[in-house]
């Protein structure tokens, strides 16, 4: 029997992947870890983390991602994409960090996977009725080969359909079995079998009988392969990770491009002026994102707009973000609230996230204002799901202001509203709030540009380090002088530049065919960022915080220039 990567066999039970737990499956020398996530989602994955190889079969399955035991790296739900990494707490993983996934079928009470083409297990029409009994499995040290041709001698179909794996067999009993082989090695094999329309009042005993038959059958198979030349070992393949990879490497070199389609699957009132969309991938999957994350929406009428993603870890099947109505839209949210439909199909990018979750806090406290929630909410859920203290606390005009209410509404005593506050009273309030920093406590503030600037001085004055503080603009308020004229010299590309009056750097860059990421463009999320290395900023983002600019060390290219008549960077 020739074992090639493309067979499809069960590598599990149905009932060896209750939630929380993660189960050792094996094929062709491939070891995988296989976990059922809450939503019901089976994950096959190969069976190691990607930093220091150690087996994600010992890992802990949390329901939403997969946590290695060694240095806590996590995994999302689906995609294997890694979401958090403790040694680096503050910095959002790069998307190439995503584990090796197979495909998986779950069939006639088995987990089904391969190490080749997607083209599904072999059919079992004897098993369709849906009335089967799944049996427990037999581990044999022998070939598959030769658990076949046992399992053949005592079957009246020869077993010759399919890839040669299986043997369908009438009981003594009149039942009709399949058994399916399981090639674990080339001298080890896992025997699974399906009663199908069992009718017997005692499963438990059937099982037992079944069982010790099974028995029976391994002890002659392996009485067999001892007597037999020892077969050489399948050798796994693992694809190699680079030491970049391991190591944090900075965001892939993209420019504001679409790479995913994804359609409009709902549609509906997040809140008042807030239309929340549901956006599903047209074929395939869509890529990992982690708290805080946004994506670039690119509309029908030829505008960019980025925006948070609200989902929660583990809901990876589509992104959600939500909209508000812009009294002076430009053309953005008008279009996303009154163009775009259910079924609509939409060009995106890939998720970025500049706006990063520690999850190391002793406490985490979120501040939003208004349409501010969206990216604390996946922040809030991520933390309450794993049993971090949080409180939430959301300022908006009225509960019908309040966005993705549900959502909140599940955090339940850690969420606060407060409702039609003024200036001075939010003030006021903030004042309480951030009044004395409990130890090892951090901020997370989202909303309009007056409540960001008042609960960042608020925070400074009550004596919290920058460090502690964490902040996002919805966009730069903040005028931008445009009139210098300075050189930037490219210390990877060896290429020295003018940048003009009323030209950006990031422009210049792109004229010049050095393409940097960036996303709002202006000076808002962070994707732009260069490394100075020499030169003085003139900074004209919001991103940075104000020890940041002093420090001189980084610069958002979309809107910021040079003091100097000469800057160079690390591009």
Same mark, same amino acid.
């Given at each position: 029997?020739?074992?090639?990567?493309?067979?499809?066999?069960?590598?599990?039970?149905?009932?060896? @992947?209750?939630?929380?737990?993660?189960?050792?499956?094996?094929?062709?020398?491939?070891?995988?870890?296989?976990?059922?996530?809450? /939503?019901?989602?089976?994950?096959?994955?190969?069976?190691?983390?990607?930093?220091?190889?150690?087996?994600?079969?010992?890992?802990?399955?949390?329901?939403?991602?997969?946590?290695?035991?060694?240095?806590?790296?996590?995994?999302?739900?689906?995609?294997?994409?890694?979401?958090?990494?403790?040694?680096?707490?503050? /910095?959002?993983?790069?998307?190439?960090?995503?584990?090796?996934?197979?495909?998986?079928?779950?069939?006639?009470?088995?987990?089904?996977?391969?190490?080749?083409?997607?083209?599904?297990?072999?059919?079992?029409?004897?098993?369709?009725?849906?009335?089967?009994?799944?049996?427990?499995?037999?581990?044999?040290?022998?070939?598959?080969?030769?658990?076949?041709?046992?399992?053949?001698?005592?079957?009246?179909?020869?077993?010759?359909?399919?890839?040669?794996?299986?043997?369908?067999?009438?009981?003594?009993?009149?039942?009709?079995?399949?058994?399916?082989?399981?090639?674990?090695?080339? !001298?080890?094999?896992? #025997?699974?079998?399906?009663?199908?329309?069992?009718?017997?009042?005692?499963?438990?005993?059937?099982?037992? @009988?079944?069982?010790?038959?099974?028995?029976?059958?391994?002890?002659? #198979?392996?009485?067999?392969?001892?007597?037999?030349?020892?077969?050489?070992?399948?050798?796994?393949?693992?694809?190699?990770?680079?030491?970049?990879?391991?190591?944090?490497?900075?965001?892939?070199?993209?420019?504001?491009?679409?790479?995913?389609?994804?359609?409009?699957?709902?549609?509906?009132?997040?809140?008042? /002026?807030?239309?929340?969309?549901?956006?599903?991938?047209?074929?395939?999957?869509?890529?990992?994102?982690?708290?805080?994350?946004?994506?670039?929406?690119?509309?029908? $009428?030829?505008?960019?707009?980025?925006?948070? @993603?609200? $989902?929660?870890?583990?809901?990876?099947?589509?992104?959600?973000?939500?909209?508000?109505?812009?009294?002076?839209?430009?053309?953005?949210?008008?279009?996303?609230?009154?163009?775009?439909?259910?079924?609509? @199909?939409?060009?995106?990018?890939?998720?970025?996230?500049?706006?990063?979750?520690?999850?190391?806090? $002793?406490?985490?406290?979120?501040?939003?204002?208004?349409?501010?929630?969206?990216?604390?909410?996946?922040?809030?859920?991520?933390?309450?799901?794993?049993?971090?203290?949080?409180?939430?606390?959301?300022?908006?005009?009225?509960?019908?202001? #309040?966005?993705?209410?549900?959502?909140?509404?599940?955090?339940?005593?850690?969420?606060?509203?407060?409702?039609?506050?003024?200036?001075?009273?939010?003030?006021?309030?903030?004042?309480?709030?951030?009044?004395?920093?409990?130890?090892?406590?951090?901020?997370?503030?989202?909303?309009?540009?007056?409540?960001?600037?008042?609960?960042?001085?608020?925070?400074?004055?009550?004596?919290?380090?920058?460090?502690?503080?964490?902040?996002?603009?919805?966009?730069?308020?903040?005028?931008?002088?445009?009139?210098?004229?300075?050189?930037?010299?490219?210390?990877?590309?060896?290429?020295?530049?003018?940048?003009?009056?009323?030209?950006?750097?990031?422009?210049?860059?792109?004229?010049?065919?050095?393409?940097?990421?960036?996303?709002?463009?202006?000076?808002?999320?962070?994707?732009?960022?260069?490394?100075?290395?020499?030169?003085?900023?003139?900074?004209?983002?919001?991103?940075?915080?104000?020890?940041?600019?002093?420090? !001189?060390?980084? #610069?958002?290219?979309?809107?910021?220039?040079?003091?100097?008549?000469?800057?160079?960077?690390?591009?």
């Amino acid at each position: 029997m020739s074992l090639t990567n493309d067979i499809w066999s069960p590598i599990a039970a149905s009932g060896d @992947l209750p939630f929380r737990h993660v189960f050792h499956g094996q094929l062709l020398g491939q070891e995988f870890a296989a976990w059922r996530a809450d /939503d019901g989602h089976v994950n096959v994955w190969e069976n190691r983390c990607l930093h220091r190889g150690v087996r994600l079969s010992i890992g802990l399955n949390d329901g939403r991602e997969l946590v290695c035991q060694y240095h806590g790296w996590r995994y999302a739900n689906r995609t294997a994409g890694c979401t958090y990494i403790p040694a680096h707490p503050a /910095d959002a993983p790069a998307r190439t960090i995503t584990n090796r996934t197979y495909p998986v079928v779950e069939r006639y009470g088995l987990i089904w996977t391969t190490l080749g083409e997607e083209r599904g297990p072999p059919a079992r029409p004897e098993l369709d009725s849906g009335d089967l009994l799944t049996l427990r499995e037999m581990a044999a040290n022998a070939p598959a080969a030769m658990a076949v041709a046992a399992l053949r001698r005592h079957g009246d179909d020869g077993g010759q359909e399919g890839d040669g794996l299986s043997v369908t067999l009438t009981t003594p009993e009149g039942t009709r079995a399949a058994f399916f082989v399981q090639p674990v090695d080339s !001298g080890r094999c896992v #025997i699974r079998g399906v009663l199908a329309g069992d009718r017997s009042p005692d499963s438990i005993a059937t099982l037992r @009988l079944h069982n010790e038959r099974l028995k029976a059958l391994r002890d002659v #198979i392996e009485a067999e392969a001892l007597a037999a030349p020892a077969p050489e070992p399948l050798a796994p393949v693992y694809a190699p990770v680079s030491a970049e990879l391991a190591e944090m490497p900075g965001l892939l070199k993209a420019g504001r491009r679409a790479s995913l389609s994804v359609a409009v699957s709902r549609k509906w009132a997040a809140g008042a /002026d807030v239309a929340g969309f549901e956006l599903a991938a047209v074929s395939g999957g869509l890529p990992t994102f982690q708290p805080g994350g946004h994506i670039d929406v690119h509309l029908p $009428n030829g505008l960019i707009r980025p925006y948070s @993603l609200v $989902n929660a870890p583990g809901e990876t099947g589509s992104y959600v973000i939500g909209v508000k109505r812009d009294p002076a839209s430009r053309g953005g949210s008008q279009t996303l609230h009154e163009t775009v439909r259910e079924g609509d @199909l939409l060009a995106i990018s890939e998720p970025r996230n500049n706006f990063p979750l520690r999850r190391d806090a $002793n406490l985490t406290i979120f501040i939003a204002g208004g349409v501010g929630v969206t990216p604390l909410i996946a922040m809030a859920q991520a933390l309450d799901h794993s049993g971090s203290a949080i409180a939430f606390h959301c300022f908006a005009r009225d509960e019908a202001h #309040i966005a993705f209410a549900d959502r909140l509404g599940a955090l339940k005593s850690r969420f606060t509203p407060h409702l039609g506050l003024d200036p001075v009273e939010t003030e006021a309030r903030l004042r309480t709030l951030l009044g004395q920093r409990p130890v090892g406590a951090h901020v997370y503030l989202c909303g309009p540009t007056p409540m960001l600037e008042t609960a960042r001085r608020v925070a400074a004055e009550a004596g919290w380090p920058e460090a502690a503080v964490h902040f996002e603009y919805f966009k730069n308020e903040r005028a931008v002088d445009a009139g210098s004229s300075f050189e930037i010299a490219l210390a990877r590309s060896a290429l020295t530049l003018t940048v003009p009056a009323g030209r950006t750097i990031l422009e210049v860059l792109r004229d010049n065919g050095v393409d940097l990421p960036s996303s709002c463009e202006q000076g808002a999320c962070g994707t732009c960022e260069a490394t100075v290395l020499e030169g003085e900023p003139d900074h004209q983002d919001v991103y940075l915080s104000d020890a940041e600019k002093r420090e !001189g060390r980084r #610069i958002m290219t979309c809107v910021s220039r040079a003091r100097s008549a000469r800057i160079t960077l690390d591009v």
